[in-house]
């Protein structure tokens, strides 16, 4: 790069920002330049990129070492610190999702990388940084919260059946164990469904009550 009257270029890709973020840039180590370079770009920039851009040897940036503050994916740098957001919202868009479709077993791990509205590399890292911090699973393409169970969502037509034989015992509701030799295996499930969705109430280990025999 060539310039003119002695001047210095701090950042000869600038990204699109205000000219005054340059200011920055001047007057700091080379290593803290190659983290404010990185810092300045949200999607990071390619290792090999990164040493044009600060003005350093290439063996600056050899394989295997990576400047304070900056982390790298698959030839890739990008700031820590974005990448920790990154995580914290993949993090809540997928318990987001949990709760609203409970039923489900988690998010696709291709919808996660689109909400990012940027490279796939860079939702890779976040992903996969939030499986090791244990704060996501991944399998089968998908994404859950550890821990996390999917709700089986059991037949309306059963979910009634259960409801009317509970409801018509009064106060003395049949036990779970008789309930299913009455109506079959899937009544768990039409149990669990009925009291989450309130129209039932657990007031035993295994026995459940009508919302209106439980207020009188």
Known sequence: ?????????????????????LATLDGVTSEARMRLLVARRPFGLPRAQLA???GVPPATLAKG????????????????????????????????HHAAHPEEPGLSL????????GPSWLA?????????????RVAGGVAASPGF??????????V??????????????????????????????ALREAIRSGRLVAVERDRAWSPGSVER
């Open 160 to 189: 009634e059946r259960v409801v009317s034989s509970v409801t018509s015992a009064g106060f003395t509701p049949p036990s779970w164990s008789e309930l299913a030799a009455e109506h079959g295996p899937a009544t768990d499930a």
């Open 124 to 136: 890779d890292a976040a992903i996969q940084r939030a499986v090791r911090a244990r704060q996501l």
């Open 65 to 96: 070492t990576v400047p304070e503050g900056l982390t790298e994916h698959d030839g890739q740098l990008v700031a820590t610190a974005r990448l920790e957001v990154l995580e914290g919202t993949f993090v809540a868009l997928v318990a987001a």
């Open 149 to 158: 169970k999917p709700v089986v969502r059991a037949d309306a037509a059963l």
């Open 110 to 117: 291709e919808t996660l990388r689109s909400s990012l509205r």
């Open 52 to 54: 044009v851009l600060a």
């Open 1 to 21: 790069i060539v310039t003119l009257g002695g001047g210095e270029v701090l950042d000869p890709l600038p990204p699109p920002r205000s000219m005054r973020s």
